[in-house]
């Protein structure tokens, strides 16, 4: 399909024209073609950032990307959900990019930073020159303000929670426009203190800052905003948007990115978020060259795009293991506000239920009886592997393959549950505890058809060792809900995904006693059991800056207490593969969130593509 | 007498939004969980920050008194209030949404009504013939076969053959087009969704219209055109079609008011980015101000829809008018 | 008016609508596809949320007359498959034969006022397993689905249109023929309902119920509740046509004669709506089974591992079921177009038996 690759016959020689200018020793020189800014300060020597890629590159082309959904705001402040986050990282810098590639974080606008030795303070070094799509110089003033932003708490967003360590703010300082010193409230991990920091997206101060002190801030930038009213810091800017329909972002002729021939980046002219909400429509407009790349494919189509590879020019590339690990859990949370109707202590799951729960060996059986290869064959189209920790296959740097749970053993389940008391006294194929109450309960999850499959085989998977689990599909909103707030349920089906970095320093709400997706027991005031106070202690010492393999040792441990634990009762994570085009460079597709948009600044069309 | 009419009935919706409005708050209400729910499925969201959050969307309040807050700013202010996630006006958000509605929605009544006429009209003609029946078996074929499969049905059709996009409203280089390739570029995007659209409601139409001219064409002066030797193509076109039409017009003018319904499934399906799928997302992220606004936008139409019917079925029967 | 009738007009009715024979098969089809639906346990030969985990997506199974050699069975059967070399794919044997055997002994069931039963219209020797109409992802069969999903998808429709029709015409009439505070009253209060997305109200209301309750129930709940509100554009109707009986001499008369205005529109004014009414419902039920496969796809209709129609359809909604498992996709698409299509043949036959001009021009022949 020729008609994507469409110039715009006026722009395009002129950028290339300038690009090619561009001498990476003093490329000091605006581009031209773009409003001519007036710095209020001398214009300091430029130094790019020269972004490291397989083959250089040649200018122009337009990337189609569908999404489910599109951006709900261009406030990279204000944004709570990926869908607005997504863009937002393409149309601001932060401090550090993370290089999915490499798994380890690369200059964006810090050209470098460094770390005090007794690891509280960290230098960064801003890259001169740098400006945002409006042609404002961009320095340490710009860093201060988007952290003072963020750090204000009348906003009340979720970025606040990113950049707090245990509650801590950062401490920041400018010594000069080119240098941000941070100090952190402990000393933390570098594999952590880099990628957290730059989750904070730079905000033009010149622009938003008279907002900010009018209390106007939490609506500015939003998407009703005029595309060339938004001054971007990023490699983008916005182009079009149209709700529920696309996002269009064309180069940031500002951007501080060239390659080793010293041409600016992006290569692309245009990147395009297209909506689609059907995922079969997604598949259909992929296939007849609409949509150049899908976020996201179901294992069932994998067959499919295998078929279409010659026809469609495209590769299905395997990626490994998501990083999106499935279980369930059971409901040990008790009553800890009282008022309702449980006393302050009551276990919420009820007592009778309560007890079976909290017994361990109850959670080994019920782990012992589930089939995972069937929900692999079934569920993921024999795509997927078993899993036994947050840190699952596709976390190159923590997965613990030595570590792995109680797995399907229906005999053994059925054996380790009669040592426990538990019986058939009446004949109905249900066991009864020592009391005489059937075990019965219900296994809640949201209407994802994987899940829902998933929860099928559990409770087919239950009635075949006696366990009468009854299957109930919910909303998603009552399922955080009860979750979160009312804890009424027995046990949930869900699944985390994994986040930038791939770390499991990064999941310190699952691990931690008193955090809000400790799932099967939240905020503990103080660790209920021994086992939790030793997976708090040895989350605490995760953080800590030490040597990648002692980290790594200290992950595997924290797995195999959970797994022995039964906390969580593991299933299956789903292997991903995607279509790439083939007539894309440099398109490396990662299991790392931002799976093929993570480095399309330096994504161009193969000379050959055209037509 | 008209006027006072149309004053008195416009009077009645002011009850009824306020009905609804109560209703609706209510209803969200019923269900547990609200809007910080669904960002609380981030994990990187503290509970501090909820409460927060709660608190400054005013969630912490009972219902009663956040239904008075809304109706004090909606009448003393006019301020409808503003959409939790998008930060933005809830009728800057639904604005846009309900243009691209309503044109899915024309085009999708123009289809029907542009095929029920004449093949209803076609069947009155020849009615208890093999034609009669094949016509109808093919408009409930259009009544039998899901939107959600013939959504997918039509959507592979044009993916595979490329007659028409895979759906979308428009193309990502619309901006750059003139207005004519405009105006077409919107029509193709345009065809398969409304044709979905269309085709539900085509056999009950069609039906009607049938059932219609079989009623002129059997009254008297019908006859008596005919005893006359008029031939029968001019009995049902001068005499039959004109008297046939009227009681459709007010049937035409209550679909006016379900305009803004039903068209969720093609939305979705053909990308469309209309109301159906904006209240949708919102109602599933419970986004309060904007689900109230959307229904509340709904109910205006429709009420404003019967109106118009029932001034139509008032000029065409004076047994009403006067009744 | 009863003195120039030859025949009661029931028989004239039926007389009418024996004539239509598209009319008469439809009755015949919906009426084997309640029968099935009602015997839904004992016609399938397994539960429909029993897994085979050796039999994800196996495609139907034919039903074989003649052997090998050609000759002739008048018992049919089945040729076994095992799993072939390619996931998901199975290899028939032609050798051997798994015979189909009648009134056997399988799962089993519990029927009201029975206790529990085991007997099932057909089946093969176990641990062999047939299915006719294929399996779905989980092994489940496809056929026993289909037909526990019936239960659902042709239920709703009844209860949905029994609870609105009794509101909409008692309403509906009453606001016709009363007139003033009442029809005004009746009719914002319509406006109101209308106005209620039900969409919103649905899940609103799912979150309601508790999570224990079975999908099935909570569904049918809802579906009453939806007719609880959903009176309000039939009574628009019935309203209209009240409004102008009562102007009839019949009507006067019965007033004159003081009659109760309640027994007026129930003996007087709702006898003349009842064949639109009648008509109507027919022509209703549809909605509310294609209401069912909406739900579906936007995930609040009946929920797994319940089965429903709308449900079933909704799973086999994708790429992949249209080009490799299309029976998933055949089983309840034909099963809603069959029923849908019969509601509105019926109806139409019985617009055209019932419609009183219709039934004077006969009288005048």
Known sequence: MEGWIIHRPTALPLVIAAGLLLGAAAPSAPPRGAARPAPRRPAPAFEPLVTPMDEIGVRGGRFVYAVMNDAKTFNPIMSNETSSSDVNGRLYASLTDYDNARQESAPRLAKSWEVSRDGWTWTWHLRRGARFSDGHPLTAEDVLFSFAVAYDSTLHQSIYDQLTFDGKKVEISAPDSYTVVTRLPRPLARELVVPKLSALRILPKHVLEPLWRAGRFASAYGVGTPPESLVTSGAWRLERFAPHEMTVLGRNPWWFGVDARGQRLPYLDQLVYLVVPDDNAAVLRFENGEVDALSDVKPEDYATFARGETRGAYTLRDLGAALTSNFFWFDLNRERKGGGKREVGEPCAGAVKYAWFANRDFRRAVSMAIDRDAIIRSVFFGEGVK?????????????????SGPDYDPAGARRLLARLGFRDRDGDHVLEDADGHPVRFTLKTNSSTARMQ?????????????????????????????????FDYDAILAGLTGAVPPDPGMAGNFYRSGAISHFWNIRQPKPETRAEARLDSLFDALLEPRSLAERRRISAEMDRIIVDQCWVIWLPTMKVKLP????????????????LLWNIETVFVRPTGRR | MMRTYVLRRLLQLVPLLLALTALTFLLLRLAPGDYLSSVASNPDVSDATLDAMRHRFGLDRSWLVQLGLYLRNVLFHLDFGESFSLHRPVFAVLRGALLNTLLLALAGALVTWGLAIPLGAWAAARHDTPVDRALSFVAFLGLSVPEVLSGLLLLMLAARTGWFPAGGMRSIDWDLLGPGAKALDLLRHLVLPALVVGLVPLASRMRQMRASLLDVLGQEYVTTARAMGLPERSVILRHGMRNALNPLITLFGYTLGSLLSGSLVAEVIFAWPGLGRVTYEALLSRDLYLVVGSVLMAAVVLVLGNLVADLLLAAADPRIRDG | MADLRPLSPGRIVWRRFRRNRVALASAALLAAFYALAVLAPFVAPYPPDELDRSRFYHPPQSLHWRDVQGRFHLRPYVRPTEPGSEPLRYREDPRRALPLRFFVHGAPYRVPGLGRLDLHLFGVDPPARVNLLGTDAAGRDELSRLLSGAQVSLTVGLVGIAISFALGLLLGGLSGYMGGWIDALVMRLAELLLSVPGLFLLIALRAVFPAEMPSRQVYLAIVAILGLIGWAGLARVVRGMALALRRTDY??????LGMSRLRIIVRHVLPNTISFVIVA??????????GEVFLSFLGVGVQEPAASWGNMLQQARSL?????????LAAPGVALFLTVMSFNFLGDGLRDALDPRQLARGRAR
């Open chain 1, 387 to 403: 899993n036994w920790s947050l840190m699952t296959p596709g976390y190159r740097l923590f997965h613990a393959p030595a570590v």
């Open chain 1, 454 to 486: 998933m929860a099928n085989f559990v409770r087919d998977d239950l009635a075949k060792v006696g366990i009468a689990c009854t299957v109930s599909v919910i909303d998603y909103t009552v399922m955080i809900n009860n979750m979160r707030e009312d």
């Open chain 1, 580 to 595: 790439v085009r083939n007539r894309f460079g440099n398109l490396h597709p990662t299991i790392v969130p931002q799976r």
């Open chain 3, 251 to 256: 009507v006067i008369a019965a007033e004159a």
């Open chain 3, 281 to 290: 419902a027919t022509v209703s039920v549809p909605a509310y089974i294609l």
């Open chain 3, 320 to 328: 992949r079921v249209l080009t490799d498992f299309p029976w998933l």
